[in-house]
């Protein structure tokens, strides 16, 4: 099968250890060490890991204890989500100097559609170098990019010479570098997944595709058409300006886990409120509730119920969290809280997208 133009200009940029990256700019004693961002309790979890510390086996949503089992010398700083927002909106600054179709994922990451862009420059390629120059010499922070036909193909580019570097994978070798991808390497395979398609004798993009349509449906339901899709170069989703917030949540861990349910109610009344607040700051409503409770041995548990009304104020959703958390018997101690909210009042209208001849 080959791609045929006309094709899109996908720059994925992705900043390097965004968070570590910003407590060794802001102290400059901790640069080249083994950093954790979250706290060093024995009850928290790391939020992020530099680089130095990830060589250990630190990573994200990993336990304090264990990341400093693996890393006796690793440093624990506080995150600083105020810093965080404040460098992630220059970055943006620099992204909407070359296009208006920036979606952000998150604070330290962004898909550009640059097809059509500010500087009528006809290179992603060089759209994305400069870009990444421009971040490092206004922020002092270093990023890497992918850039590509697509959403997909982008992001997973963006992964291959991190850090601080960029990966361009041309029209013309879509296909062959989707075929030899590992499918533990496509974006939005996880684990568990991966594992069902080694048993099945998936270990590369050319063996997924050598599965039918049919197949690949009735093995992985929804996602195998998807799946079927994607190692053929196909994935038509824009890059959406005006990201849709589809959830809106406030949690908790404790210092010392939680037995007493009337303990447990203390403790999202206090939730409630800042869910609350963060309502009425986005000007936000929803229909749907989730209790989410984890427990001491770190199993986690969603309970969630949709009202006909949207819903916006404590006094309008705690009582559907009291019947959330009585709903069933809890099966330990808990040592995380959280509620969020679902089935948002948000709406978007889709652009019309035109695609271009690209040209890197």
Request: charged share 30%; aromatic share 10%.
């Amino acid at each position: 099968m080959k791609l045929e133009p006309p094709f899109r200009k996908i720059i994925h940029v992705d900043m390097d250890a965004f968070y570590a990256s910003v407590a060794e700019l802001d102290n400059p004693e901790l640069r080249g060490k083994a950093i954790a961002v979250g706290g060093g309790g024995d009850r928290g979890v790391v939020s992020a890991a530099s680089y130095e510390a990830r060589k250990f086996g630190v990573k994200s949503a990993m336990s304090n204890v264990l990341a400093k089992k693996k890393c006796p010398h690793l440093i624990f700083v506080k995150s600083d989500f105020a810093r965080y927002k404040e460098l992630s909106a220059k970055i943006r600054e620099i992204f909407y100097e070359y296009t208006d179709l920036v979606e952000p994922l998150s604070l330290d990451e962004a898909y550009l559609d640059v097809t059509e862009n500010k500087k009528g420059n006809p290179s992603a390629n060089d759209i994305a170098r400069e870009i990444r120059e421009r971040i490092y010499q206004e922020t002092g922070l270093r990023a890497s990019a992918g850039i590509s036909i697509n959403k997909f193909i982008a992001k997973i580019a963006s992964d291959i010479n991190k850090p601080n570097g960029q990966k361009t994978v041309h029209p013309k070798e879509v296909i062959q570098f989707l075929e030899e991808l590992p499918v533990n390497k496509f974006y939005g395979v996880g684990k568990v997944t991966a594992a069902k398609m080694y048993n099945l004798g998936i270990f590369v993009g050319n063996d997924l595709k050598k599965k039918s349509l049919e197949e690949l449906v009735t093995l992985f339901g929804k996602s195998g058409s998807h799946y079927y899709n994607i190692v053929r170069g196909i994935h038509n989703s824009p890059v959406k300006p005006n990201r849709i917030r589809k959830s809106l949540a406030a949690e908790r861990t404790f210092n010392e886990n939680i037995s007493s349910e009337i303990f447990m109610i203390e403790k999202l009344e206090k939730i409630a409120d800042e869910l609350e607040r963060r309502m009425l700051k986005n000007n936000t409503k929803g229909k749907t509730i989730t209790l989410k409770i984890k427990y001491s041995d770190f199993t986690q548990q969603t309970r969630s119920k949709t009202k006909p009304n949207f819903m916006q104020t404590k006094k309008e959703f705690f009582p559907v969290v009291k019947e959330l958390l009585f709903q069933d018997k809890l099966t330990n101690s808990v040592r995380l809280l959280g509620i969020s909210f679902g089935n948002l009042n948000t709406e978007i209208k889709e652009p019309v997208w035109v695609q271009l001849k690209f040209e890197f």
